[in-house]
């Protein structure tokens, strides 16, 4: 495995950018999650280290060389797909072996070798003994599993996976999600895996890079990225959220001018926005000090019901959870407090 340095790079299509300026260093066996909605420039940069693609401007440093110059069939990348790339018409054996058997003749592995390689591969991916099947006879899961040891049998230098489960049922990604841990620890290939789905990122990865517009909002662990989350965005990427404009006066945090019964962080004060978890929260009867919204809409969430507010003079949107047998009327008012939550300055 190699370190991956990516140096301020800046991908402009006509003339809205991609990405802005991104910067990421990442070390040999690191296994990294880019996560973010649709259209963050996920896929670019993963194009870009892969060179199918060139960046405007910026430097991608392969184990502190310049990889850029580097001419995609000599950067040995493994790659995998949302929509499994295998060959119809070849079987499993063949679809694995391809990236060997198409080398040029002087790094081209003997036939006998070839074979043991996949066969092992076979063994890692819990596909042995499928090796003549052609990928019509195999489930999704098993073509992304062959797909994986494609991508893994030309021993790359670096594994880029670009939602490769996300054309799967909920349960098959779950699976899968664990097992890509696995292999990941056996064979510590340096691999970014591209997801929009924030628990598939936060479970699987070393590091999370959060990315939004172009731009890496966050890199963290899974602990980092939950617990300190650098900005709203993130806050409400990682998991249901409530976000309200407040201000924070004399050490408390006010909405429309009122205390609402929550500390202000030490030393701040000004605009800010407060966010809190919609299940984190308590509800207030006894008159205190708290946000107080009209009940707008409500409906069964999981084990409780979820109500969504108007709160405050402008009427924001929040939503919080209430007990399941706590049903409320549409139109009436409800008063609480989170028992967690974030300010974030404006
Ligand atoms: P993601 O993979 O995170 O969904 P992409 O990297 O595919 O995002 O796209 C990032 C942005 O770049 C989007 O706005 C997309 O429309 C734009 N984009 C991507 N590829 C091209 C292209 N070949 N030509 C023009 N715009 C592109
Ligand atoms: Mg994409």
Known sequence: PIDVSIENVVKAFDDTPALHGVSLDVKAGELVALLGPSGSGKTTLLRILAGLDAPTSGRVLFDGSDALGLPVQDRN?????????????MTVFDNIAFGLTVRPRASRPPKAEIRKRVLHLLDLVQLGGL??????????????????????????????????????????????????????????????????????????????????????????????????????????????????????????????????????????????????????IAIVQDGGPAISGQIIAERRHGARRRLELHVGAEAHRAEIDVPADQGRQIGSQVAFRPNHWRIFPA
């Open 77 to 89: 990348i493994g790659f995998v797909f949302q929509h499994y790339a295998l060959f119809r018409h």
């Open 131 to 280: 090796e003549k099947r052609y990928p019509a006879q195999l489930s999704g899961g098993q073509r992304q599993r062959v797909a994986l040891a494609r991508a893994l049998a030309i021993e790359p230098r670096v594994l880029l996976l670009d939602e490769p489960f996300g054309a799967l049922d909920a349960q098959v990604r779950k699976d899968l999600r664990r097992w890509l841990r696995e292999i990941h620890d056996r064979t510590g290939h340096t691999t970014f895996f591209v997801t929009h789905d924030q628990e598939e990122a936060l479970e699987l990865a070393d590091r999370v890079v959060v990315m939004s517009k172009g731009r890496i909002e966050q890199v963290g662990t899974a602990d980092e990225i939950y617990d300190q989350p650098a900005s709203p965005f993130v806050f409400s990427f990682i998991g249901e959220s409530s976000l309200l404009p407040v201000t924070l006066v004399d050490g408390q945090i006010q909405l429309d001018g009122r205390p609402v019964g929550l500390a202000a962080p030490q030393g701040q004060s000004g605009t800010a926005t407060l966010g809190f978890r919609p299940h984190d």
